[in-house]
């Protein structure tokens, strides 16, 4: 449990420096409270925790980058993907992030955006290990809750705290690209993307709260 704090606390440090230059401390903080509550539920002794984890680097990478011209911690990416991919599932998350941010910077970056995807590559079962996350749930057996979306929980009366607290920040989330006066493409396509994902799973909540926090 303490081994479990630790990392969650490190990857929160994390996104706190990679925004301390965007966003009002106020801000994150009130954004890192919300997160919180949100992925709380998925904070289990459980590999996904090292997601967290990295993603939270991978935030800090890019933000510097974007924001402070700190392109340095970009080239330490692909050292992180080979890890994660050989972690947790989650790894795609790596390389679609920085697919954002090329795309955000208009393809400035794409050599490190092919490298972090081709380490994907570096795992025992190669291309088939790389592509896992595609077809992972496909024949899963049988249902759980953590796979199934909110309006298929909401239609069986499961409606919890949880539940509630994502579609407060999903509508804060809105609100905030709505009343910016300048829409910034990776923070766009990444709360379009975590926010989909979320409704589509339960289990997804995990991630979305950790990029709501710095979005």
Same mark, same amino acid.
């Given at each position: 449990?303490?081994f479990?704090?630790?990392i969650?606390?490190?990857? &929160?440090?994390?996104?706190?420096?990679?925004?301390?230059?965007?966003l009002?401390?106020?801000?994150f903080?009130i954004?890192?409270?919300i997160g919180i509550m +949100?992925w709380?539920?998925?904070?289990d002794?459980?590999?996904? *925790?090292f997601?967290? &984890?990295?993603?939270?680097?991978?935030?800090f990478?890019?933000?510097?980058?974007?924001?402070?011209?700190?392109? =340095?911690?970009?080239?330490?990416l692909?050292i992180?993907q080979?890890f994660?991919?050989n972690?947790?599932?989650?790894?795609a &998350?790596?390389?679609i992030l920085?697919?954002?941010?090329?795309?955000?910077?208009k393809?400035?970056y794409? =050599?490190?955006f092919l490298?972090?995807?081709?380490?994907?590559?570096?795992?025992p079962n190669?291309l088939?290990?790389?592509?896992?996350?595609l077809?992972?749930?496909?024949?899963y057996?049988?249902?759980i +809750?953590?796979n199934q979306?909110?309006l298929?929980?909401?239609?069986y009366?499961i409606?919890?705290g !949880?539940?509630?607290?994502?579609?407060l920040?999903?509508?804060?989330? *809105?609100?905030?690209?709505?009343? !910016? =006066?300048r829409?910034?493409v990776?923070?766009?396509?990444?709360?379009?993307?975590f926010? +989909?994902m979320a409704?589509?799973?339960?289990?997804?909540?995990?991630?979305?709260?950790?990029v709501?926090?710095?979005?």
């Open positions: 449990i303490l479990k704090m630790i969650l606390l490190l990857a &929160l440090g994390i996104l706190l420096l990679a925004v301390r230059n965007k009002d401390y106020w801000v903080l954004s890192a409270l +949100v709380a539920e998925r904070t002794v459980r590999p996904e *925790i997601s967290y &984890l990295f993603l939270s680097c991978f935030i990478a890019i933000f510097r980058a974007k924001y402070d011209n700190q392109t =340095k911690w970009l080239y330490f692909p992180i080979i994660w991919t972690m947790h599932i989650y790894f &998350l790596g390389p920085l697919l954002f941010f090329i795309l955000d910077q393809f400035k794409w =050599k490190i490298t972090t995807s081709a380490v994907t590559l570096l795992n190669f088939n290990g790389a592509l896992y996350p077809g992972v749930l496909k024949n057996g049988y249902s +809750v953590e979306n909110i298929f929980l909401s239609d009366g409606s919890t !949880r539940i509630q607290l994502f579609q920040s999903l509508a804060l989330l *809105i609100l905030g690209f709505i009343i !910016r =006066k829409i910034a990776f923070e766009l396509l990444s709360g379009i993307f926010s +989909v409704l589509k799973m339960l289990r997804n909540f995990g991630p979305y709260g950790m709501f926090t710095p979005l």
